[in-house]
């Protein structure tokens, strides 16, 4: 990072290829669309560079990115239609990584036909649970379950409060915990306990 500010092009290309694919993954989910996904990411970098002198490293470069990329998905979603499905269609490849946290205890690695059944229904349920959460908490759910950022991150990220961060957490974890519990679904916790 330091190089790059200095005016190492290099340097910045390194920092592209290195995280373009989190990044894209991450916008991906948020819009759904692979162009539009690039397109967030590409003007993320853009901005990046023309910003590179003020950046003051209070963060690292990639929550730095991550909060640009975060910002124009955003923008984009407002301009196209105000209230986008964050959603993974089924087939989607990022799917499974992406729900993976969510149900890998709940389900057997190499399932069955019936098993298979399960799991679709699972991802399905834990989908419409996630969908159903406000913006705020349901950014926050997802930042930190799929993206895999820490609390410092997302605080960064969304410029509020640490204690926010985990505010919304907790309720967008009770929400989606009580969704499952009015479906039917126990969690591995509760499995065990029986």
């Known amino acids: 990072m330091r190089r790059a500010r200095a005016g190492d092009h290099e340097a910045f290309r390194i920092l592209v290829e290195r995280y373009q694919g989190r990044l894209f993954r991450m916008a991906l989910r948020i819009l759904r669309d692979e162009d539009a996904a690039r397109d967030a990411v590409q003007e993320g970098f ?55 946290p969510a149900v890998a205890a709940a389900l057997p690695e190499r399932a069955e036909p019936l098993e298979e059944v399960a799991r679709k229904e699972l991802r399905a349920r834990v989908t419409s649970a996630i969908e159903a959460l406000p913006e705020a908490a349901r950014a926050t759910l997802l930042m930190r379950e799929v993206d895999g950022l820490s609390y410092a991150e997302i605080a960064e990220a969304q410029r509020i409060p640490r204690g926010t961060v985990m ?26 306990a029986r």
Not at 48 to 76: H, K, P
Request: proline share 4%.
């Open 46 to 100: 853009l901005k990046a560079y023309a910003s590179l002198a003020r950046f003051e490293e209070r963060s690292g470069f990639y929550t730095w990115m991550y909060r640009l990329v975060m910002n124009q998905c955003i923008d984009m979603r407002r301009r196209e239609r105000a209230d986008r499905r964050v959603a993974w269609p089924e087939g989607d490849p990022l799917e499974e990584a992406a729900l993976e």
């Open 167 to 192: 505010s919304r957490l907790h309720y967008a974890r009770r929400r989606v915990q009580q969704a499952m519990r009015a479906a039917g679904i126990a969690s591995p916790d509760e499995e065990e």
